[in-house]
């Protein structure tokens, strides 16, 4: 699959220690390479790619200076790791990445010893070498730790707290800006580099040192010639680089340097890595570089699926539209409509269909970075007057906003829509990004409304029944990928808040299904009649408040229930019904499907369900052995 004869180097390098022992000339070399190879290999698997591209020369350079293992390189925002991938031991395994049984397409401690942290969110890397920096002298170790940000995450406050509390500990560590205008600074070059290289040498720092010994010895007129070169210096900072910023929180600050000059790299690298920290070094980057398909473009070739090589688009897919594309043009429909309602993402506006708003009504779209804590309290903020935010995260990132949440939003009842893609077992990206939470995490707040659509018809009708709810927050949630391929009415519909739909009758058991789960139970059901076992089939729309009226009759008619949904057992739906029947004193027997109480690691969706059993087939099989063995959680009076 790959012609090895045309890579002179990348084939000998097996760990970061190979990289270190290269002769700077051939740095370059590898770094081609390593380029190629990754393009070689996602354009035939999909995954992440423009961010990797971008940080060749970065991760090059670090391994050639430092010495990981013992020196801690610890990566933001996992999906610019693939280079580091490649050069520390899994260049043979990046066929497999993303894939189930393959490696991870983030950083994971459990997967290589050169992992320093895990990372799938952003804005964590600052936070965590500081950690490891103050851990290293508790203990007396003497070792560098180096975290690696940027791709937009420096627009996450998580950075920012963890800088200013480096300043105040003076942690002995470096961070290096990636910024590849995704981040906060200027495309600086010529000038700053040659700054950032003279104020860097060691030379410079031992004729500054003296100056400032020399000085120290002439009395009042001493501090005064003190006074003004520190002026000087950070006048002449402040007008040739970014870096007055940094160094308010402490740090000194070294850049911009150019982010895809390795040998350049390599020489501010080793300059600095014996200064005590806290250091910042910042380099500018270009996403996608080195590949013309994906330069010059922010969101394209992020991550995608398989792509042809040569013009950089992807292999085309047939099917039914995504939900993302759905919720998209359905929330740009009603906005249209109704400028009262605005859009809002957290750097993510392909990823959650809001590309759709932003091009069409950008005076209604809202991107506040990777900052999901403040985009929750600024939409709680429009809500107070009278506009209605619809925030739309990955269930996952919106664990991140949890506290504001409950204390902003539901403790005022303000009207915020929440839209949360990506519930459930996402695939690929694993455990870092599965939606497996929220319905759990959501369930518990007072004054929320949580629903989930079965179909991409029931999905716009939410949206439209979301946005004029007039009682406080509402949430819905729905999966990755496809959806069903049901035909949608061009009018929207309300949907009575906290009544379900029963799709089918049955006399032995009742299965209740939420969201993704109930066209699955409706598959599971079909199979149970083969085998004379005749399932009523209740889709339930609404996580809280539960039909109540529904749960009633069902616990009436039938004395064993199953409930399915994709998100953890613990707390979600199915523990909403058991507590409700607790609290009826009804006394039946419950089965209640769902994901583990464990994390889930990668794979296809397809993969996932059938493994954990929530597949058609696997519910089916779990309802037989439900009424053959009388197993179950029974609900006693």
Same mark, same amino acid.
Not at 169 to 195: E, G, R, T
Not at 383 to 396: E, L, W
């Given at each position: 699959?790959?012609?090895?004869?045309?890579?002179?180097?990348?084939?000998?390098?097996?760990?970061?220690?190979?990289?270190?022992?290269?002769?700077?000339?051939?740095?370059?070399?590898?770094? /081609?390479? +390593?380029?190629?190879?990754?393009?070689? $290999? *996602?354009?035939? %698997? =999909?995954?992440?790619?423009?961010? @990797?591209?971008?940080?060749?020369?970065?991760?090059?350079?670090?391994?050639?200076?430092?010495?990981?293992?013992?020196?801690?390189?610890?990566?933001?925002?996992?999906?610019?790791?693939?280079?580091?991938?490649?050069?520390?031991?899994?260049?043979?395994?990046?066929?497999?990445?993303?894939?189930?049984?393959?490696?991870?397409?983030?950083?994971?401690?459990?997967?290589?010893?050169?992992?320093?942290?895990?990372?799938?969110?952003?804005?964590?890397?600052?936070?965590?070498?500081?950690?490891?920096?103050?851990? /290293?002298? +508790?203990?007396?170790?003497?070792?560098? $730790? *180096?975290?690696? %940000? =940027?791709?937009?995450?420096?627009? @996450?406050?998580?950075?920012?707290?963890?800088?200013?509390?480096?300043?105040?500990?003076?942690?002995?560590?470096?961070?290096?800006?990636?910024?590849?205008?995704?981040?906060?600074?200027?495309?600086?070059?010529?000038?700053?580099?040659?700054?950032?290289?003279?104020?860097?040498?060691?030379?410079?720092?031992?004729?500054?040192?003296?100056?400032?010994?020399?000085?120290?010895?002439?009395?009042?007129?001493?501090?005064?010639?003190?006074?003004?070169?520190?002026?000087?210096?950070?006048?002449?900072?402040?007008?040739?680089?970014?870096?007055?910023?940094?160094?308010?929180?402490?740090?000194?600050?070294?850049?911009?340097?150019?982010?895809?000059n390795v040998g350049q790299l390599v020489k501010l690298f080793d300059h600095v890595k014996d200064l005590n920290g806290p250091i910042l070094v910042h380099a500018i980057t270009e996403k996608g570089k080195g590949y013309k398909p994906a330069e010059g473009h922010e969101?394209?070739?992020?991550?995608?699926?398989?792509?042809?090589?040569?013009?950089?688009?992807?292999?085309?897919?047939?099917?039914?539209?995504?939900?993302?594309?759905?919720?998209?043009?359905?929330?740009?429909?009603?906005?249209?409509?109704?400028?009262?309602?605005?859009?809002?993402?957290?750097?993510?506006?392909?990823?959650?269909?809001?590309?759709?708003?932003?091009?069409?009504?950008?005076?209604?779209?809202?991107?506040?970075?990777?900052?999901?804590?403040?985009?929750?309290?600024?939409?709680?903020?429009?809500?107070?007057?009278?506009?209605?935010?619809?925030?739309?995260?990955?269930?996952?990132?919106?664990?991140?906003?949890?506290?504001?949440?409950?204390?902003?939003?539901?403790?005022?009842?303000?009207?915020?829509?929440?839209?949360?893609?990506?519930?459930?077992?996402?695939?690929?990206?694993?455990?870092?990004?599965?939606?497996?939470?929220?319905?759990?995490?959501?369930?518990?707040?007072?004054?929320?409304?949580?629903?989930?659509?079965?179909?991409?018809?029931?999905?716009?009708?939410?949206?439209?029944?979301?946005?004029?709810?007039?009682?406080?927050?509402?949430?819905?949630?729905?999966?990755?990928?496809?959806?069903?391929?049901?035909?949608?009415?061009?009018?929207?519909?309300?949907?009575?808040?906290?009544?379900?739909?029963?799709?089918?009758?049955?006399?032995?058991?009742?299965?209740?299904?939420?969201?993704?789960?109930?066209?699955?139970?409706?598959?599971?059901?079909?199979?149970?009649?083969?085998?004379?076992?005749?399932?009523?089939?209740?889709?339930?729309?609404?996580?809280?408040?539960?039909?109540?009226?529904?749960?009633?009759?069902?616990?009436?008619?039938?004395?064993?229930?199953?409930?399915?949904?994709?998100?953890?057992?613990?707390?979600?739906?199915?523990?909403?019904?058991?507590?409700?029947?607790?609290?009826?004193?009804?006394?039946?027997?419950?089965?209640?499907?769902?994901?583990?109480?464990?994390?889930?690691?990668?794979?296809?969706?397809?993969?996932?369900?059938?493994?954990?059993?929530?597949?058609?087939?696997?519910?089916?099989?779990?309802?037989?052995?439900?009424?053959?063995?009388?197993?179950?959680?029974?609900?006693?009076?």
């Open positions: 699959m790959i012609d090895k004869s045309k890579y002179k180097i990348l084939f000998g390098i097996d760990s970061p220690k190979d990289v270190k022992n290269l002769p700077v000339g051939d740095l370059k070399i590898l770094c /081609s390479e +390593i380029r190629e190879y990754m393009v070689d $290999v *996602i354009s035939q %698997i =999909g995954g992440h790619f423009g961010g @990797g591209l971008g940080t060749v020369e970065l991760t090059v350079a670090l391994n050639h200076v430092f010495d990981p293992p013992h020196d801690k390189i610890v990566w933001d925002t996992g999906h610019q790791a693939y280079p580091h991938k490649i050069i520390s031991g899994r260049r043979d395994q990046l066929w497999t990445i993303r894939k189930f049984d393959g490696i991870s397409g983030f950083l994971k401690i459990s997967e290589s010893e050169y992992d320093a942290f895990g990372a799938g969110h952003a804005s964590t890397s600052i936070s965590a070498a500081v950690g490891m920096a103050a851990a /290293s002298r +508790i203990q007396n170790i003497d070792r560098k $730790v *180096i975290a690696v %940000i =940027g791709d937009g995450a420096m627009t @996450g406050g998580m950075a920012y707290e963890a800088m200013n509390n480096s300043g105040i500990l003076k942690s002995n560590l470096i961070v290096v800006l990636n910024d590849n205008q995704m981040s906060i600074a200027p495309n600086v070059w010529q000038i700053s580099n040659y700054f950032t290289e003279m104020i860097s040498h060691p030379e410079y720092n031992r004729f500054k040192g003296a100056i400032w010994d020399l000085t120290g010895k002439l009395d009042q007129f001493g501090d005064r010639l003190r006074k003004v070169a520190a002026r000087l210096q950070t006048g002449i900072k402040s007008v040739l680089t970014p870096g007055m910023l940094f160094e308010a929180f402490g740090f000194r600050y070294f850049g911009p340097v150019n982010g895809h969101q394209k070739l992020h991550a995608s699926t398989p792509f042809d090589k040569i013009t950089g688009k992807a292999l085309k897919k047939t099917g039914p539209p995504s939900y993302t594309s759905i919720f998209g043009n359905a929330l740009v429909e009603i906005i249209k409509k109704d400028n009262n309602v605005i859009g809002m993402t957290a750097a993510m506006p392909d990823g959650t269909g809001l590309d759709k708003l932003q091009a069409e009504c950008p005076e209604n779209y809202y991107d506040v970075g990777i900052a999901e804590e403040h985009a929750v309290t600024c939409a709680a903020g429009m809500a107070t007057q009278g506009i209605v935010p619809v925030v739309a995260i990955y269930s996952t990132f919106l664990q991140r906003g949890f506290d504001q949440i409950i204390h902003d939003v539901a403790l005022q009842k303000l009207h915020v829509v929440f839209v949360l893609d990506r519930a459930g077992l996402v695939g690929a990206d694993g455990p870092t990004h599965h939606g497996s939470f929220d319905l759990s995490y959501l369930r518990m707040i007072p004054q929320i409304v949580v629903m989930a659509p079965k179909d991409e018809s029931e999905l716009r009708n939410m949206l439209y029944t979301a946005v004029y709810y007039k009682g406080g927050p509402i949430a819905i949630r729905y999966p990755r990928g496809s959806a069903l391929g049901v035909e949608l009415k061009e009018e929207f519909e309300s949907i009575p808040i906290g009544k379900s739909e029963t799709l089918k009758s049955g006399s032995d058991v009742a299965i209740l299904a939420v969201g993704s789960m109930v066209d699955y139970s409706l598959q599971a059901s079909a199979k149970l009649e083969e085998e004379d076992i005749h399932a009523e089939i209740v889709n339930m729309r609404f996580v809280k408040p539960l039909d109540e009226e529904l749960l009633s009759d069902i616990a009436h008619r039938f004395d064993k229930i199953v409930t399915v949904e994709e998100n953890s057992i613990v707390g979600g739906f199915g523990s909403g019904v058991l507590e409700y029947f607790a609290q009826k004193h009804f006394t039946k027997k419950v089965l209640n499907i769902g994901l583990p109480d464990k994390f889930v690691d990668h794979g296809t969706q397809t993969e996932l369900h059938k493994l954990l059993g929530i597949d058609p087939e696997g519910i089916s099989e779990k309802v037989k052995q439900f009424l053959k063995d009388d197993v179950g959680k029974e609900v006693l009076a």
